[in-house]
């Protein structure tokens, strides 16, 4: 009979052969084999404290939810900050929640590599006339009991992987929390001023309206005025529809439902800093913290572990060792072992081994696509955050205060009667129009700095190319395939 494995030691008396160190290493290692306390989250923790200053809790109980819930409600309480809202999209979006639970799943993955294979027993009776033959085997898979340190190592370097994604994940949703905060805020800021802008135009066509019905006004002129009250209105529509659809993302972020949609959000942006952020070796930086530069070295180095463990076992994709014993009632009880092994007539293994080169060189070529884009992303992010900070800041400092001096003096000539009211609501809507536009720009800057800030982390997209890239070569071309 073949039986598949080694045999049961205590019962069949195998306990005098001599285990070799690989087995003993082995052993040690499946006896090390347990989970965490944290589940793997503790990196994760440290990411968001280290790198946005903000907690993260997961919530794998009803305590924990418990406890988010009340420090949410806490938050909400009060207007919201930018910092606030990143919190409670840390600590309440359930996207983010779920995407913690790959860590347990990622570490019961590890945990199951350490474990030890379980071993079989096999039983058989064969009936030959009066003769009655038993026949018992125990058996374990000693390839897979050989390869498990190496499995190990290419289960630990895939959860690095995704504990690394999961916390790229958690910093592209404080960015874009962020930038949802400040689009939110200035979105129901120009609300606010098309509203004045639509009532000035309103007024002016109503006036416009009654000059032409006394005969003061000729068609042209009123006609003027209405389209100016067309526009302002249709533009406040389509402020106040802007304004709807970015808080509504805002709340998705959040992770906001019922009661807790009726937060409040500050009336006006944060100030234009007075300088902006020098960082002249911004790529050096980039090359040192991005996640995503970090996650393809590690896809790199975790395919290269598995090319050498692929040309280590090529050979025995099927290596067995079992155990026999045989009894019968009328001859002596038969004892022995036995080896099995698969002969490389036909698949040397050669296959095996190019394809584990093309993997490995495919992630070394998208690890230097990833240092590349990471240069020139970063260059373009603070290329933007500069030029954004340079326009907010001729926005304050010139046009706002230039279209107000323009209307002083046409307050003065319109007092004068030098003017008359319809160039003074005129010069009002440009006024309105140039302190919106302000708005806007100071906007632009506080999305683009969340934009550099990312940039210096790295995309998520990447991070997840560099996991897959990690996945390409599984636990299963490690431990050898039949």
């Not at 359930?94 to 030890?116: M, P, T």
């Not at 509203?195 to 005969?215: D, H, I, K």
């Not at 913290?289 to 290269?304: F, I, N, S, W, Y």
Request: aromatic content about 6%; charged content about 25%; hydrophobic content about 40%.
């Amino acid at each position: 009979m073949r039986t598949d494995s080694m045999a049961d030691t205590r019962r069949t008396g195998l306990g005098r052969l001599r285990l070799p160190g690989a087995v003993i290493s082995v052993l040690v290692l499946a006896g090390c084999a347990s989970f965490s306390p944290d589940g793997g989250f503790g990196p994760v923790q440290q990411t968001a404290s280290e790198r946005l200053g903000k907690e993260v809790r997961w919530a794998r109980t009803a305590e924990d939810q418990d406890r988010i819930d009340a420090r949410v409600t806490e938050l909400l309480a009060k207007p919201l900050t930018v910092d606030d809202a990143v919190q409670v999209a840390l600590l309440n979006n359930k996207g983010l929640q779920a995407r913690f639970f790959e860590l347990g799943i990622g570490e019961a993955e590890l945990v199951q590599a350490s474990r030890l294979p379980n071993p079989g027993f096999s039983f058989g009776r064969i009936k030959r006339g009066d003769e009655v033959e038993l026949e018992r085997g125990y058996h374990l898979n000693l390839a897979r009991l050989l390869a498990m340190p190496l499995v190990r190592q290419v289960e630990e370097r895939r959860y690095a992987l995704t504990r690394g994604a999961v916390s790229v994940q958690l910093l592209s949703l404080a960015s874009e929390a962020r930038k949802s905060y400040f689009t939110a805020v200035a979105a129901e800021e120009t609300v606010r001023y098309m509203r004045q802008v639509q009532q000035a135009a309103e007024a002016s066509a109503e006036l416009a309206r009654r000059m032409a019905e006394v005969g003061n006004f000729n068609k042209l002129q009123r006609m003027r005025e209405q389209g100016f009250y067309a526009d302002a209105t249709q533009n406040l529509a389509r402020a106040e529809r802007a304004a709807l659809a970015s808080r509504e993302k805002l709340t998705r972020l959040m992770g906001l439902w019922g009661a807790q949609t009726r937060f409040q959000l500050p009336e006006r942006l944060p100030d234009l800093p007075e300088a902006p952020k020098d960082q002249p070796d911004i790529e050096r930086v980039a090359l040192a913290q991005r996640l995503d530069v970090q996650g393809a070295k590690l896809a790199a180095e975790q395919t290269a572990k598995n090319l050498g463990l692929t040309k280590t076992t090529r050979f025995i994709n099927v290596l067995e060792l079992g155990w026999v014993h045989n009894s019968s009632n009328e001859e002596p009880t038969q004892t022995g072992w036995e080896v099995g092994l698969e002969l490389p007539l036909f698949d040397w293994g050669g296959a095996r081994v190019a394809r584990a080169e093309a993997v490995y060189m495919q992630a070394v070529n998208r690890a230097a696509e990833t240092a590349v884009n990471a240069r020139s992303e970063v260059r373009e992010a603070y290329g933007a955050y500069r030029s954004s900070w340079d326009i907010a800041r001729h926005n304050r400092d010139e046009i706002v205060p230039l279209r107000q001096r323009i209307a002083e003096e046409n307050v003065l000539r319109y007092n004068g009667m030098l003017i008359g009211v319809f160039e003074l609501l005129a010069d009002t809507r440009s006024q309105i129009a140039s302190v919106n536009a302000y708005i806007e720009s100071l906007r632009d800057f506080w999305l683009a700095q969340a934009d550099l800030e990312m940039a210096l982390i790295g995309k998520p997209e990447l991070s997840g190319a560099a996991m897959a890239v990690g996945a390409g070569m599984s636990a299963g071309d490690a431990g050898g395939g039949h």
